[in-house]
């Protein structure tokens, strides 16, 4: 994950260091009305519903479109306003092109995206759109038994 | 699990015979309110979620109240005009008192209450109320991984 | 309208007494999953959003399937139940047949149906399924601006 | 009201040649989340249930905060993403302070904001926040009708 900022945290989070958890990524664009309307709110609820001690989520902002409009500013308005909690890291924009470094990295389709890693840094899932509540919570229940 | 009579099902469902699958118990009856509304839809979108190899949800309608206008007939109208598709086994009436036997033997506060079985027969969670399909989802998934 | 007994109210409505106001004819029956979920909650949101000096919510229990299991004893706890606030007519049954008589004078299809009844006492709507919030809304702030 | 430009519009509108129809103004601004999730779509189906010879909904982005985030570019993204389909005007920004024009006239306090106008052109409503479907519908309904 390569992010050229970081909201909602005073520091940076390393996959590395999160070894042990399970870690969900949310990837989502603040202007992506799936994201906005249905999957963040999801996410904020994912973080609730499951102990930190275990299971970390982590959002990254993966715009690939309308890049001005969706820029830092405009984000840390949007996560002030709508409220979202949790940690997100803003995807390095690519050198070339408009799909930035992360997002290219997984292969993600588009946003909303879910990529799920298990405790030993292995990615178990990844799934572009919006997974029901049950099927999500079942996911991470899973990988937390395991 | 004492049932005088089975709906949705050719025989009698037996939990030894489930012994491996993870089994979901949903009680409920049929005119209960959060039951109708909530928990027993939720119900038929967890059987919808897992795999029927690796889990098996069964209905049991524990009537505590109300016997004569939730009998079997009554209930035979509901699961048909509400499209309850899964097993329902019929709560056997107790000799004395309204509580019917399972209900009893598993010590159920009132409808709607969800029991959880593991693949190994034990009960590992017995809730009443209503969870989020988040939290139910999970339950299920930690067991179906263990 | 002819009804067998009453319920939520302590004397029987009428409908030339309530001349002058817009009524509002709530037809369904306590097993029909589309009354149960969704419109019967919505005639007791009809009922709270306009003033009572003004308009009147009956209830109407027009049984033309299952009669046994949906009798007077069985209505009564239903309304317990789900707490259904409004009065409620019992459609008189038919001396032939499953169709009770005010369901069959009105010409109605199924349930829920709705029957709007302007201040003069005319049928305004007569409309069998759900409709919108905002649909249903706009037809009755009609009635009561005319 | 005083737009500085339109969206969704081949030309402006004017509430004078509207005239003898019913007006309802949606005042919102793109990043507010109770209209992004609630009232915005609730407007499009005030839209959608009112015939256009009789009625016309016209949005108004009232911005009195982060404006540099919400400018017309930003707007632009966010009414194709969210397919918002109704004509809007942008409100005219002040000359000194945050308050637009046309908001600061109509003395409205926050957004969303819901502005009814009868046939003869008089304010009848000016709320902020969101009203339920069916009380929006009943007042439409009720202008309509005069």
Redesign the interface.
């Known amino acids: 994950m390569t992010a050229s900022s970081w909201l909602n945290t005073e520091e940076p989070l390393r996959l590395e260091v999160l070894r042990g958890k399970v870690v969900m990524l949310h990837a989502f664009q603040m202007?992506?009305?799936a994201c906005?309307?249905r999957a963040t709110p999801q996410a904020s609820?994912?973080a609730e519903?499951?102990a930190a001690d275990d299971f970390q989520l982590i959002g990254l902002h993966t715009v690939f479109e309308?890049h001005?409009?969706m820029?830092v500013?405009?984000l840390r308005?949007?996560v002030a306003?709508?409220?979202v909690p949790f940690p997100i890291a803003i995807d390095q924009p690519a050198e070339n092109g408009p799909v930035p470094v992360t997002m290219a990295k997984l292969g993600l389709q588009g946003t909303p995206s879910t990529v799920l890693v298990d405790r030993a840094g292995n990615i178990s899932l990844s799934h572009f759109g919006v997974l029901?509540?049950?099927?999500?919570?079942?996911?991470?229940?899973?990988?937390?038994?395991?």
């Open positions: 202007l992506c009305p906005v309307t609820a994912v519903c499951f309308h001005r409009v820029d500013d405009a308005v949007y306003e709508f409220r029901s509540d049950m099927q999500l919570g079942a996911m991470v229940g899973q990988l937390l038994a395991m």
